[in-house]
Nanobody, 120 residues
């Protein structure tokens, strides 16, 4: 059984920073791409940032220059450093990963989500 567990969300003032973490555990042989998505109330889930196994990254336009995605392959963990946060960044943030499990089966997994609220 594979599980993704996020942490690091919370309440922060505009202009502040937060660092999200997402750790994968279970029967894992390897992890391909990992990423962060978010869903604000009344809106569809949207991609925020992604990172390949070798460290190549991509960002949504809204995240460029403010957010940084990184990963630690030894710890099966992906991070999202969020700086210069804005009220419009308020959302539930979800971690996503493509994981190679036992018998080389590849599955797409989601975390449970962590709330980020940017407000004064």
């Amino acid at each position: 059984q594979v599980q993704l567990v996020e942490s690091g969300g919370g309440l922060v003032q505009p202009g502040g920073s937060l660092r999200l973490s997402c750790a994968a555990s279970g029967s894992i042989l390897g992890i391909n791409a990992m990423g962060w998505y978010r869903q604000a109330p009344g809106k569809q889930r949207e991609a925020v940032a992604g990172i390949t196994r070798d460290g190549s990254t991509n960002y949504a336009d809204s995240a460029k220059g403010r957010f940084t995605i990184s990963r630690d392959n030894a710890k099966n963990t992906v991070y999202l450093q969020m700086d210069s946060l804005k009220p419009e960044d308020t959302a539930v943030y979800y971690c996503n990963a493509e994981i190679i499990g036992t018998r080389l089966r590849i599955g797409n997994y989601w975390g449970q989500g962590t709330q980020v609220t940017v407000s004064s």
